[in-house]
């Protein structure tokens, strides 16, 4: 079936360098993605989401980028901050309004 | 925002009992709720579109007669868990809809089950 995937399972960053965390995609007919934040016992938090027909949003400190020709995702955020540690999962959307999310990248921070 | 709440936040029970989790939409009218099921270090695997007044709709591979879910109101949808075992334990996270539109999906804080 169709899924979503990324590249790295742990990002560790230097408190203040930028962060990229990437996905991969092989659903071709998704038209809508979004990027969630998930800490440790709790829900996940929207961050920013896209739509097909752009290839770049910016939110504050957080950038998306779409490629669709690799079908591939990134999110970006600018000067990391230790309240960033988490686990950050892209999603897609599926028919009907159900996501399929990806398999999630951890990103530590270090002091 | 919108905010979803889930109650219970954390339970445990023992192996053959049920448990039932609420997913309640605090200041909007939901439709559409969503059911996902988390293991640790995994990403949320959908189980289950909870439709207002109508059957819930299970993914592939989910046991709608274990999970049993109810979307009684517009702003309520619980999920049961009949005769729970260990491998059930999990997290297990709703998410509703807004206005219809992807963007406007909003997700509850969680809740853990641990079965004995």
């Known amino acids: 079936g169709e899924s979503v995937g990324l590249h790295l399972p742990t990002l560790s960053v230097q408190e203040g360098d930028n962060s990229i965390i990437n996905c991969a995609y092989s659903?071709?007919?998704?038209?809508?993605f979004i990027w969630y934040k998930q800490e440790s016992g709790k829900g996940p938090q929207f961050i920013i989401d896209?739509?097909?027909?752009?290839d770049k949003r910016q939110g504050q400190r957080v950038t998306v980028l779409l490629n669709k020709t690799v079908k591939h995702l990134s999110l970006q955020i600018a000067a990391t901050q230790p309240g960033d540690s988490a686990v950050y999962f892209c999603?897609?959307?599926?028919?009907?309004?159900?996501?399929?999310f990806g398999g999630g990248t951890r990103v530590l921070v270090k002091p | 925002g919108a905010v979803v709440s889930q109650h219970p936040s954390w339970v445990i029970c023992k192996s053959g009992t049920s448990v039932k989790i609420e997913c309640r939409s605090l200041?909007?009218?939901?439709?559409?709720m969503f059911w996902y099921r988390q293991f640790p270090k995994q990403s949320l695997m959908l189980m289950a579109t909870?439709?207002?007044?109508?059957?819930?709709?299970?993914e592939q591979g989910v046991e709608k007669d274990k999970f049993l879910i109810n979307h009684a109101s517009l702003t309520l949808s619980t999920l049961t868990v009949t005769s729970a075992h260990p491998e059930d334990s999990s997290f297990y996270i709703c998410?509703?809809?807004?206005?219809?539109?992807?963007?406007?999906?909003?997700f509850g804080e969680g809740s853990r089950l641990t079965v004995l």
């Open positions: 998410s509703a809809v807004s206005g219809g539109a992807i963007g406007e999906l909003f």
């Open positions: 896209i739509r097909s027909n752009m």
């Open positions: 659903n071709s007919a998704s038209d809508y």
């Open positions: 200041d909007f009218q939901a439709t559409t």
């Open positions: 999603a897609e959307k599926a028919a009907g309004n159900k996501l399929t």
């Open positions: 909870s439709n207002e007044g109508s059957k819930a709709t299970y």
